[in-house]
């Protein structure tokens, strides 16, 4: 099965709404990459996270290793904000693969 | 900074040719990763090289593909025989120092099999 499961698959928002992308793994994931990857291709990344909670302007993400997950929250949402979020999991200390999730396809509609 | 540099952006071979794709990692990073993007299997690991030593090829397809870094400051991706299947955006990621830290990836190489 999906080491790293993200949900949704696909979420279309309004702009200036809120949301929140989740993954779940079923790995004992020492840290958290999160990625954007825009309608260019290119891969952005957002954040790399410890167990904890980071922010950055309208974006917040908190890693929990205890109960295997981690959530990407977008406040205010913006068209920029649109493209693929992924989430990417390093699977033990010293690893060096990061395992990926499928990612959630966010639409930002005016 | 330029960031991670691929090229070509697209390439396109027929069945049975070598492709060969490059990538030039950011100045200072010690450690280079190739992965592979296709809409079926999503992004997957296929190399790692750590100050220019090849580390972890457990990705790689065990025949046609193989990967070098010569020197710091570019490595290569090689498919020899290419085929229909091979088709994927390549992407090149490089980061400070191995596990554990921030990775940042090039806009990739689209590789198209006809």
């Known amino acids: 099965g999906d080491k790293v499961k993200q949900s949704p698959s696909a979420l279309s928002l309004q702009e200036g709404t809120n949301s929140a992308l989740r993954c779940n793994f079923s790995i004992a994931a020492t840290t958290v990459q999160w990625f954007l990857q825009n309608p260019r291709g290119s891969l952005i990344n957002l954040f790399y996270?410890?167990?904890g909670t980071k922010e950055n302007g309208r974006l917040k993400s908190t890693f929990n290793s205890k109960e295997s997950y981690s959530t990407l929250h977008i406040r205010d949402a913006q068209l920029e904000d649109s493209g693929t979020y992924f989430c990417?999991?390093?699977?033990?200390?010293?690893?060096?693969?990061?395992?990926f999730g499928s990612g959630t396809q966010l639409t930002v509609m005016p | 900074n330029a960031g991670v540099i691929q090229t070509p952006r697209h390439k396109v071979t027929g069945k049975g040719q070598e492709a060969t794709l490059w990538c030039e990692p950011i100045s200072g990073h010690s450690a280079v990763f190739w992965y592979r993007q296709t809409i079926v299997q999503g992004l997957e690991f296929l190399t790692y090289?750590?100050?220019?030593?090849?580390?972890?090829d457990s990705g790689m397809p065990k025949e046609r593909f193989s990967a070098q870094m010569p020197n710091q400051s570019h490595s290569t991706l090689k498919i020899q025989s290419t085929q229909p299947q091979d088709s994927a955006v390549y992407l090149c990621?490089?980061?400070?120092?191995?596990?554990?830290?921030?990775?940042?990836f090039g806009a990739g190489t689209r590789l198209s099999v006809l």
């Open positions: 990417a999991a390093e699977a033990a200390s010293g690893s060096w693969q990061l395992i």
């Open positions: 996270l410890v167990p």
């Open positions: 090289f750590r100050n220019q030593a090849p580390i972890d």
């Open positions: 990621a490089s980061s400070l120092d191995g596990s554990q830290n921030t990775l940042y």
